[in-house]
């Protein structure tokens, strides 16, 4: 980003293909509209050229870029009418209360076989959609971790929550999604 | 993963991020790539570093300021010639009002010592009385002039020296013209009663009078025509205006003598005459 600040364009696009896919997918899935997806996705990134000029190293590049993401995204909710903050309906409490016996003991693929793939395919689709129905905080949680690469303080500071805050959304998240794969094992 | 790291570390399930990545496979449309790039291209194409630097932002309020500039200048220096102009104005106005102002303190201090010495002093003395006088009276009688414009001292002095330098240029007319060729004698009893030290306009150097000899007919006729201009009178001390009239009395010029004798009386209302000018 800095050599792009200094007017290097070859820089942004190297920027640009190593975070498209998990910046658009990150939307894709918190919006649930590939049209939606498309149009914050436009934003976000005109807002990241936009401010190249007074960008400063002040954390890691993918922590401003989806801060930046997630601030369109309330942008784009508060418009939509629809609450920003999902309630957790009791997802939320201690780690005690944690119900480790949800966890999934997915098989590990020892031989990849045409209908283990084809498995693994469905298996991978019926993800992406308990991903989906997932409580917004927790979806956004488990994103930030899986399409960021971001740590907890990182996913803190981005949705300004704290980090303990943090991790036990993750931890009712990964929960809900060994549930839901549950079923479909 | 086990227990201890779910409770340490970042929650993950190492089996349920392999299954999101194998699923992750939605990417933005080809043509939103194109269109970003483009953009993103156009942002840094029409500012280059290099212009960026050497063009600082104050540069882009340099048109701007070097207007506001000229214009400060402009005013100032117009407003400079008519505070130039206004000074000008008044001391050339002060010139003519100058000596009316300094003979108005010796009108009013000289009654009470005319007075007392009239009857028993002599004439030139009398006469050298105010000469004395006008030329000390202005700086101690300046405040007890209500409402006169009086210039300050050195102005003063200024005024005087153009009247002098009037008054001589006014002898040095006279003293070319062959007419007028007599103020000689005139110009003696005022020497001799020894007013010559108080009164250096009135008896130009011989030099002058030499120099003054090839003026023009034209600066003779305006020098003449200014001896009867009351901005001249009015400069003149009474004793050089009295030598005066007595000089157009030596020449026989008794109409303009007596006019000039009633516009002194005018002037000079309180102004003791000499025997012979009564």
Known sequence: ?185 | MSENDLSRELPRDAELSALYRAAAEALPPPALDRSILAAAQAAVKPVTPAVRRSRPWWLRFAAPMGVFATLILTVTVVMLVEREQQDLLPRGAQGDDAPAAASAPVQNVEPEQKKEKAAAEPMPQRLQAPAATSAAAPEAAAPAVAGSVAPPPAERRSAAGAAADAAMSRDEAKASAPALAAPAPSAQPAASSGELSSRPAAAPPAPLLERAAPMSKSMERAARGSVNSSADQAQRSPEAWLAEIRRLRTEGREAEAREQLERFRQTYPDFVMPADLR
């Open chain 1, 1 to 185: 980003m800095l050599a792009y600040q200094t007017g290097d364009g070859a820089a942004f696009e190297v920027l640009y293909g190593r975070w498209r896919g998990r910046l658009y997918r990150y939307l894709l899935h918190q919006c649930g509209q590939a049209a939606w997806a498309e149009e914050l996705y436009q934003d976000v990134w005109l807002k990241v050229i936009g401010a190249r000029e007074h960008y400063e190293v002040a954390a890691k590049f993918s922590t401003w870029l989806f801060r930046i993401a997630r601030n369109r995204l309330i942008d784009h909710w508060r418009s939509a009418g629809k609450a920003t903050e999902e309630s957790l309906d009791g997802f939320e409490g201690e780690d005690d209360e944690l119900p480790l016996d949800a966890r999934v003991e997915l098989a590990a693929s020892g031989e990849e076989t045409p209908s283990r793939l084809l498995e693994r395919k469905g298996l991978a689709e019926k993800l992406v959609a308990a991903v989906n129905a997932l409580p917004a905080v927790q979806r956004e949680a488990f994103l930030l971790a899986e399409e960021g690469g971001m740590t907890l303080e990182e996913i803190a500071a981005t949705t300004g929550t704290g980090r303990e805050t943090v991790k036990s959304r993750l931890r009712y998240a990964l929960a809900k999604l060994r549930a839901d794969l549950k079923e479909w094992r």
